[in-house]
């Protein structure tokens, strides 16, 4: 197969500076100014991309060339500078869409998907936006977030029903979302706790039309953020956790605002981080695990401010969070059982570590 990334076997350069995060159930992953890929964390399923299905705990190359990534539950997704998808890890369902069920543990190209904008990881299901604007995936079905119409599985790359023209996709544990030229957000999926904010509580085969205004979305395991043009965070879905950082612990099957001065936003399993334009970082959830890097392991369900300043990029984990700082510099905290920190060790942090 042809495509400008590259497998590395041996890491080359010093790690960092980091441009791009992303973080999957228990692993992580960072794009280094360079557009080299390093990865660290669990890797039973191969999710690493390193050829091999052991666990890491200490950032390793192991591509280059790569312009995006998406960490799923146990699978990662990355895309070249040709727009060409690349996949690795967990495909039990099919979710790697190159064809088979059979896990694999270095980065394969997935046939006849070009010329892609953006790409979304979500527990055992992937999507991917083509040039035209079409959402396709593949994947796990079971609560439609396919949305195609149907509940089957798919272990090639399918088109989704309705939406055409969209210009970002986010994909959560068991739900999509897709955004429309217009700023438009249309959701499908599971909706047993309200996180696709169409009023119900009733799974959904097909996207569906559910807010306007919105520049970017992120999804966690059963819960939803927005962010529209002002700035302002708006947050649907389970809520058992204080993730939606509203003030209370009811799920909620609307949006409702939460937060201003809003720049990012990152979902990660029960625990929502936002990045203020001051460069200042908010968390609302689980912090169990150390999730908020302040030092404690107490939640909030309302968001506090985590770190002061200084944060450019922003990424959740199931119980782990990663940032980028001015200059580069990559910074984890949280659960480590697995390496995905990045620290070279297995210990849990409560408070931001610099990882290089």
Not at 72 to 79: I, M, R, V
Not at 125 to 151: E, P, R
């Amino acid at each position: 197969m042809t495509g400008t990334i590259t497998p590395t076997s041996t890491p080359t350069g010093t790690p960092g500076p980091f441009i791009k995060i992303a973080a999957g159930n228990y692993h992580s992953l960072a794009i280094r100014i360079d557009n080299s890929l390093w990865t660290a964390g669990e890797n039973n399923d191969g999710q690493l991309g390193s050829g091999t299905y052991n666990n890491v705990s200490v950032f390793a190359e192991v591509l280059t060339g790569v312009s995006a990534i998406a960490a799923g539950g146990f699978h990662t997704l990355a895309l070249d500078a040709g727009g060409n998808l690349w996949a690795t890890g967990y495909n039990g369902y099919g979710q790697l869409g190159i064809g088979s069920y059979s896990n694999v543990s270095s980065f394969v190209q997935v046939s006849g998907m070009t010329g892609l904008n953006a790409i979304a990881a979500g527990f055992d299901h992937s999507l991917a936006l083509a040039g035209n604007g079409t959402v396709m995936a593949s994947g796990d079905n079971t609560y439609g977030q396919l949305a195609n119409w149907t509940h089957n599985i798919s272990n090639l790359f399918i088109n989704t029903a309705v939406v055409s023209g969209a210009n970002a996709v986010a994909a959560g544990g068991y739900e999509s979302a897709a955004l429309e030229a217009d700023n438009s957000l249309w959701t499908a999926g599971q909706n047993t706790d309200g996180q696709l904010a169409n009023g119900t509580y009733n799974n959904v085969s097909v996207f569906a039309q559910v807010l306007t205004g919105i520049t970017a979305i992120a999804v966690g395991a059963d819960h939803c953020l927005a962010l529209d043009s002002s700035g302002n965070l708006w947050v649907a879905g389970y809520n058992n956790d204080g993730q939606l950082g509203n003030g209370t612990y009811n799920s909620v099957s609307i949006f409702a605002q939460v937060l201003t001065g809003v720049s990012a936003i990152a979902a990660g399993s029960y625990h929502s981080l936002a990045l203020k334009t001051d460069g200042s970082l908010w968390a609302a959830g689980n912090n169990a695990q150390g999730e908020f890097g302040n030092g404690t392991v107490t939640g909030s369900n309302t968001f506090i401010r985590v770190i002061t300043t200084g944060v450019t990029a922003i990424a959740a984990g199931s119980e782990h969070s990663l940032v980028i700082k001015t200059g580069g510099t990559l910074w984890a905290t949280g659960y480590n059982g697995y390496g995905q920190l990045g620290t070279g060790d297995i210990s849990i942090r409560s408070a931001w570590t610099q990882v290089y």
